[in-house]
């Protein structure tokens, strides 16, 4: 099983939505992505979020649409995107995707940036029209050419990344020590059809970019 979380991020940096539905896929709405599945004809089975950004008349619909709306306060301790991963990470599935939450506001988008180190380790993609991002604990990762894709860069989240190789790049490294602020990771490729990344300790963030929009 897939879970696929659309927030409520500007639609221009969304991808096709329709080409990451399938059989196997669990589409969630968080706040106004739900109305933007609607309007891409795909149903949530699920949806949650405050709905402030939406008129009461969207609410109405929404509620008449679909079977499971979790409508919380506006005042509480959590984003909508964190109560829908949260969730998400519950269900136990193979891989979540979170798409709508980078563009317009920063805090939005760091506030997400968050959600990911939260759950470091976990089967987590965000993904936008130019990027993939994903957040790693120390171990041994592939990683497959995609030239939708090219560049690939690592960025330390926690003090220091301990041990960092990377075999199959265009700037390989061996056991190298780098520390959080370091831009020496940034903008590399894979020179084959597949690489490695690995490291011995730390936080790890991976962001897979293009130079102009995927489809």
């Not at 329709?18 to 109305?35: N, P």
């Not at 995107?81 to 969730?87: T, V, Y």
């Not at 990027?131 to 003090?159: A, C, K, M």
């Not at 061996?174 to 940034?186: A, P, V, Y």
Request: proline residues 4%; charged residues 25%.
């Amino acid at each position: 099983m897939f879970i696929h979380i659309v927030g409520g991020g500007p639609s221009e940096h969304l991808p096709s939505l329709a080409s990451y539905d399938g059989e196997h896929v669990r589409w969630i709405g968080v706040d106004r992505g739900t109305k933007t599945l609607l309007e891409a004809g795909i149903r949530p089975i699920k949806a949650f979020g405050d709905f402030d950004s939406m008129t009461t008349e969207e609410i109405i619909l929404l509620q008449k649409t679909l079977d499971d709306l979790d409508i919380w306060p506006a005042e509480k301790d959590k984003t909508d995107m964190e109560i829908a991963l949260d969730w998400a990470v519950q269900q136990e599935a193979d891989k979540i995707r979170i798409f709508g939450a980078t563009g317009g506001r920063l805090d939005h988008l760091f506030g997400n940036v968050q959600l990911l180190i939260k759950y470091a380790g976990k089967p987590i993609e965000m993904i936008d029209r130019q990027n993939i991002v994903t957040v790693h604990l120390p171990g041994t990762y592939t990683v497959f050419y995609d030239e939708r894709y090219r560049y690939v860069s690592y960025i330390p989240i926690s003090n220091d990344i301990k041990g960092m190789t990377l075999d199959g790049f265009k700037y390989p490294l061996t056991n190298s020590h780098i520390f959080r602020g370091s831009t020496l990771c940034i903008s590399n490729e894979l020179i084959q059809s597949s690489g490695t990344f690995s490291f011995s300790k730390g936080i790890l963030m991976m962001i897979r970019s293009s130079d102009v929009g995927t489809i």
